[in-house]
């Protein structure tokens, strides 16, 4: 098979990770990958932690499990790094991608001794800025579309523009608001 890139997300229940996974896959297939994206379901409530999957190739995928060695972490909830092992499996050639107002160098001791990439986004600021509420999977999902390099930033934001459009025909303020959040979110990585 040829390079699968697999993306493990962190979040809280209600946060928008299994919603965020699914978007980064559909975003993914809009340019002719196959992919997969789900959550892994439990006993979870609002506010517990949960986690999502997102897997892409340029081949057909025929694994069907959970991603235990995942390129890529996303979490959208830092106190999550208090009391979930984020990096457990994560490739020290990928990156993980924490939602913090700290600096790559800040997290890193909270880390288990991740030796690979480390990057930071303030997303619940750009979140509440852009949008006007702490919905951060958006400015997430745009920070994973950066630092893996799946598609380019002009592929993502007109695939986020035509899906927005396509779920908020009734309501434009939330389709420029997303945007405009998707759009300040790549420039506002750090460590990549």
Known sequence: MSKVVEV???????????TASELLAAAAFNTGK???????????????????FTRISDEQIRIHSNIY?????????ETLLDCVNVTAGLKEDGAIIVNT????????PSLEGYKGKVCTIDARTIAEECIGRNIPNTPMLAAIIKVSGVMS????FNDMEDSLKKKFANKPQVIDGNMKAIKRAVSEVNGI
């Open 101 to 108: 107002s700290k600096t790559p160098d800040e997290i890193k």
């Open 34 to 52: 196959y992919v997969q994206g789900f959550p892994e379901y439990g006993p979870e409530r609002m506010g517990a932690p949960i986690a999502a």
């Open 8 to 18: 493990r997300w962190h979040g809280r229940g209600g946060q928008g990770a299994k």
């Open 153 to 156: 930033d002009d592929e993502f």
């Open 69 to 77: 060695e995942p390129n890529f972490v996303v979490v959208i909830d």
